[in-house]
């Protein structure tokens, strides 16, 4: 990526930044910004066999596959020799899900299979009855159904092949009834704690305020910058339910950290609204190195009882660039704006760009915290 092509990136992206900073902040709701303590998936885990595969299961060194097949057929009644068995067409995988809060026995969930052997694909394979434990080594679920892989992958006769995406995990949609329920506890003596999904004190006595103003003066309170308790008023006491569904419409205008995010795989910068920076020197120099790679025949001499060779010749150049390198001086930004402009002026690309804003904000010139990823 040339420098003019990052400059402009950079400025387009932090320029929208810009103009949505600019306007005025929308309130988000309540709902969206917390979580009810007590109210929570659960995760599930099991061992199941995965059947009628073509030919793309196990093999013989898997021994589990072969151990889960025998105890699956004596479970069944039917009684045979570990010799005649032929495990091709069958998989053992793990069988994961995810039980979401308040699901009743009866219902269905989604559950995702992963081969733990040597199979080649899961696909076209059906997943036999598997039993699915939470951590408490309770069953909650049991799953059973045919699978669908995410891909395929095909092979020749001559060893060519062709693969898209993986074919060892597959899902099975609504392959899983509920067996328990997990208790909820939503409310303890009629305190209802929401937790913050991005914990911030300012954020914390915004929420606190806005339930105060809108079911009651009292009502709710900071228990710290992730948490916030309610105390259930008088016309909702004995309904949590009611209750939690009034917090829950509440809008909030949250904080909005000063944040710039980047990503050096694919250039991408993300700058939050409330980023600043302090009048600052920037010296910005590159270096440039090129390598030449070329093959050189070497003759022996004609009296002489040698081979025709060829030697592999390396010209290896370090340079700085034609324009050499720059110093650039930005003024305070008071805005997002005004950051936008002094960053885009740099010219740099944005993987350059990268190590210039940890420098700024190592140099304290940088009123944001950087992330790379």
């Known amino acids: ?126 997943l036999l009855e598997t039993r699915l434990y939470g951590a408490d080594q309770h069953v909650y679920a049991v799953a059973q159904g045919p699978v669908v892989v995410g891909g395929y992958g095909a092979k020749g006769a001559s060893g060519s092949s062709v ?43 915004r929420v606190s305020q806005a339930i105060n103003a809108a079911i009651g003066e009292g009502a709710a309170s900071p228990v710290d910058g992730g948490a916030v308790a309610v105390t259930a008023p008088a016309r909702f006491r004995g309904r949590p339910v009611d209750l939690i569904a009034a917090l829950q419409d509440i809008e909030v205008s949250p904080a909005q950290p000063a944040r710039v995010v980047i990503n050096e795989r694919t250039g991408t910068i993300i700058a ?39 030697v592999a010749q390396s010209d290896v150049e370090a340079r700085p660039d034609a324009e050499g390198p720059t110093v650039t001086y930005l003024r305070g930004a008071a805005s997002l704006a005004d950051v936008a402009e002094a960053l885009s002026a740099l010219g740099v690309t944005p993987r350059d760009l990268a190590s210039i804003l940890q420098a700024m904000r190592t140099a304290g010139a940088l009123r944001a915290r950087v992330e790379v990823q």
């Open 1 to 126: 990526m040339s420098s003019r092509c990052g400059k402009w990136i950079l400025a387009g992206l932090l320029g929208v930044a810009s103009m949505a900073g600019g306007q005025d902040a929308r309130a988000d709701r309540v709902g969206d910004l917390c979580d009810v303590v007590g109210v929570r998936d659960n995760q599930l885990i099991g061992y199941g066999v995965v059947s009628g595969l073509n030919g793309t299961g196990d093999d013989v060194s898997a021994p589990f596959a072969t151990q889960s097949l025998l105890a699956f057929m004596k479970r069944m009644g039917v009684h045979i020799d570990a010799a005649q068995f032929r495990l091709r067409n069958v998989a053992a995988v793990v069988v994961t899900a995810t039980l979401p809060p308040f699901a009743r026995s009866g219902g269905r969930i989604d559950v995702t299979i992963s081969s733990i052997g040597n199979a080649k694909s899961l696909e076209g394979g059906v």
């Open 163 to 205: 693969q898209r995406n993986i074919t060892t995990t597959a899902r099975v949609p609504a392959g899983a009834l509920v067996e328990r329920t997990v208790p909820m506890r939503m409310a303890d003596r009629g305190v209802v704690t929401l937790s913050l999904r991005e914990p911030d004190f300012t954020t914390a006595m």
């Open 272 to 310: 939050g609204g409330d980023v600043r920076i302090a009048p600052v020197a920037i010296a910005h120099g590159g270096l440039t190195i090129v390598i030449r790679e070329q093959s050189e025949v070497v003759q022996p001499n004609p009296l002489a009882q040698g081979e025709t060779a060829k």
